[in-house]
């Protein structure tokens, strides 16, 4: 009696680097080799445009871009023996650049699919970039027929249809799906939709790690054609999973595997934001990063989330006080400094910030003290800790939030300035959250930094309150208008006053020229400042 036919998939989370199209084809190789060696792997499974990283963007116009990835296409199909791969590459046709993937076996190309769908939403430009493709891809693999897809074609009804009827009996679906909140349960709502309607398993390859402001979490998967998961490779780790699909009465079937647990909603936040710290720091080669330390929760969380991505030796924090400091924001400070074990230094602002007003003395007779005199205090902290980072050759973490940059209330050239802003995209209320979360883990960041009403400390008895609404209207309402694209009218019907409502939008209309100064920063919502918010600075719109 005859074995049954399985059909054994490595599918390779994979954290690649854009543009190093020679170290993502080692990388490629060395999986090869692991999956035919250690695993016994039929096909190695790579996310979507493996050879380039992703989003390539316009490294695609260069020609010596191209020369690479030609170069790394036949050093993929030379060295994938004993194993077959599924990797994906742009493909160059004359003028044309097509988002492609090929199987390549024993110095062969077997197969090559070019991408359908091209998203041009949100965080997506591809028609920017590719032609699409118009055909299903089917190919044979141990009597197993398999169909093809790249990521956004399992968004769409279609490409999964045309490969069933061109014989496919089980689906692949390569991607390069970047984070954002509650991700993976959407992805696998969507999968579950296809397996259902086409009536196939599938198996679904995540990229992994940080790319400018996107993060890819992983997460690869496994679905029956019930739409019931049956292995889910775990979220924001590197690794190769392996999957068998054995051939049955009633057609082709996953065998069952591990299925790590999916992450809540705060959890994967926060480990979005330290895989994306991580990856932008050492992917440019920093040696560490500086932070300016408060006493405050922004900044605390900050730290929190650096020393998680790089470990305490490569974190340097600096208190700079004022004659408006407090003593508990010194010495909250200082004891989270203790805790984490990090470079801690004191460098008070007083001589500088006074030297500053002793100059312009006469420029500002006759003028009351307003918020000019709060931001030279912040501007004296960035020459601080910008001499600390030159010096150094650590880069600089801002630590401002996503309701602070909505509305601007942050100084530009002071507490905006960095090279990185970790949670530029979390508002005050998710920054609270994920603090509370870090400190469910192990407490690092002192419990009164959570408890005292928020301040920026740059006059006598600030609070961010005399400012703005309390953080839980503010949020709400810039959530409604920033990521839902509601109307006035729409957010009143929220239950929030419509002057409140008329006064926030203001704000974020106001501030957009500052918005575009501030450095990348990690994505986790539906719509983050960068490049899935394009908001004009001068513009006549009135609500």
């Known amino acids: 009696m005859s074995a049954t036919p399985r059909l054994k998939l490595a599918l390779a989370q994979l ?15 060395e999986s090869v ?4 060696d250690e695993l016994g792997a039929d096909l190695l499974v790579c996310p979507e445009l493996t050879l380039s990283g992703y989003p390539p963007e316009d490294l695609l116009f260069h020609r010596g871009f191209e020369r690479q990835i030609r170069a790394a296409l036949e050093r993929v199909r030379t060295g994938a023996v004993g194993c077959a791969a599924l990797v994906g590459y742009p493909e160059y046709s ?4 097509f988002n492609s993937a090929s199987v390549f076996a024993d110095g062969k190309i077997v197969a090559t699919h070019r991408k359908a769908s091209l998203p041009n939403y949100r965080v997506f430009d591809e028609k920017r970039y590719f032609k699409r493709g118009n055909h299903a891809t089917v190919v044979e693999l141990r009597g197993f027929r398999v169909g093809i897809l790249i990521c956004e074609e399992v968004w769409d009804a279609d490409p999964g249809q045309l490969a069933i009827d061109a014989g496919a009996e089980m689906l692949i679906i390569m991607n390069a799906s970047p984070y954002e909140w509650h991700k993976q349960a959407n992805r696998e709502d969507i999968a579950r939709r296809r397996a259902l309607d086409v009536g196939v398993p599938l198996a679904y390859c995540n990229l992994l790690g940080g790319q400018d402001e996107l993060v890819f979490d992983g997460g690869s998967f496994v679905m029956n054609a019930a739409g019931e998961v049956v292995m889910r490779a775990p979220a924001f780790e590197a690794g190769i999973f392996p999957v068998e699909f054995e051939r049955t009465a009633s057609g082709v079937v996953p065998l069952p595997g591990v299925v790590n647990a999916a992450l809540d909603e705060v959890e994967s936040a926060y480990r979005a934001i330290v895989l994306g710290v991580r990856d932008y720091v050492d992917k ?6 500086v932070i300016g330390l408060s006493g405050g929760i922004d900044s605390a969380l900050t730290l929190a989330i ?3 991505a790089l470990g305490a030796d490569r974190v340097h924090v600096a208190m700079m006080p004022s004659r408006y400091t407090s003593d508990i924001s010194v010495a909250d400070a200082e004891e989270q400094a203790r805790v984490l074990g990090v470079q801690y230094s004191v460098l008070p602002i007083e001589q500088m910030f006074q030297a500053t007003l002793d100059t312009l003395r006469e420029e500002f007779a006759g003028r009351p003290a307003d918020a000019t005199e709060e931001n030279i205090q912040a501007r004296c ?7 600390i980072s030159n010096k150094t050759g650590k880069m600089l973490l801002t630590t401002g939030n996503k309701s602070e940059m909505s509305v601007g209330y942050a100084t530009l050239y002071g507490d905006m300035a960095g090279g ?3 949670i530029k995209d979390c508002s005050k209320t998710l920054v609270y959250r994920m603090s509370e979360y870090r400190n469910s883990v192990s407490r690092v960041i002192p419990q009164r930094v959570i408890d005292r009403p928020p301040s920026a400390e740059l006059r006598p008895d600030q609070r961010d309150s005399d400012s703005l ?8 309402i810039l959530a409604a208008f920033i990521e839902d694209d509601l109307s006035v009218d729409e957010i009143c019907e929220r239950g929030f006053e419509r002057a409140t409502v008329g006064r926030v939008l203001d704000m974020v209309k106001r501030n957009e020229y500052k918005r575009r100064q501030t450095p990348p920063g990690v994505r986790v919502s539906r719509r983050a400042f960068g490049r899935d918010w394009r908001y004009p600075i001068t513009n006549g719109y009135r609500r």
């Open 15 to 29: 954290n690649l680097l854009v543009g190093d199209i020679g170290g993502n084809a080692t990388q490629v190789l």
């Open 381 to 387: 902290r960035m020459l601080i800790l910008m001499g």
């Open 33 to 36: 080799a692991r999956s035919r």
């Open 284 to 289: 440019h080669g920093f040696p560490g990063v």
């Open 94 to 97: 004359g003028a044309q650049i």
């Open 420 to 422: 990185f802003a970790p």
């Open 306 to 308: 650096a020393v998680d």
């Open 469 to 476: 609404p309390p953080y839980e209207v503010l949020d709400a």
